[in-house]
Nanobody, 123 residues
Framework: QVQLVESGGGLVQAGGSLRLSCAAS????????MGWFRQAPGKEREFVAG????????PYADSVKGRFTISRDNAKYTVYLQMNSLKPEDTAIYYC????????????????WGQGTQVTVSS
C-alpha cells in the first residue's frame, strides 16, 4: 500500500504560480512511477504530467507543456508539480497517483491515488 497526500493548492490570479506537493508513505517510493492528474467540474479526470521512478522520463500534457514542471525527491518520498503562467482553464482538483510500472498518461493503470487539492485560477 501507498498513501498519498497532496498539498499546495489555493487561489491564484492568472499568470501566477503554485507548487503542488504529494507526500507518499508506505512502500518504497522509488519503486513507483508518479503522475499528476486534474479534474475540472463536469469533466473527466485528465493527465497533466508524469515522472518515472528515476526521474529521467517526464511526459506532459500538451496543454501544460512549457508551463508546468514535475519533479521528485526520492529521499523525501515527495513528488512536486511547479505550475507557472497559470490560466483560468487550469482550475481543477489536482490529484497525484502512483503505479509500480513505467510512467504513463493512462489514468486507469495507476493503482494509488491521493484525495486531491483544489487549484483555482482567477481571471
Amino acid at each position: 500500500q501507498v498513501q498519498l497526500v497532496e498539498s499546495g493548492g489555493g487561489l491564484v490570479q492568472a499568470g501566477g504560480s503554485l507548487r503542488l506537493s504529494c507526500a507518499a508513505s508506505g512502500r518504497t517510493f522509488s519503486n513507483f512511477a508518479m503522475g499528476w492528474f486534474r479534474q475540472a467540474p463536469g469533466k473527466e479526470r485528465e493527465f497533466v504530467a508524469g515522472i518515472s521512478r528515476s526521474g529521467s522520463d517526464t511526459p506532459y500534457a500538451d496543454s501544460v507543456k512549457g508551463r508546468f514542471t514535475i519533479s521528485r525527491d526520492n529521499a523525501k518520498y515527495t513528488v512536486y508539480l511547479q505550475m507557472n503562467s497559470l490560466k483560468p482553464e487550469d482550475t481543477a482538483i489536482y490529484y497525484c497517483a502512483a503505479r509500480t510500472g513505467g510512467v504513463t498518461s493512462m489514468r486507469s493503470v495507476y493503482n494509488y491515488w491521493g484525495q486531491g487539492t483544489q487549484v483555482t485560477v482567477s481571471s
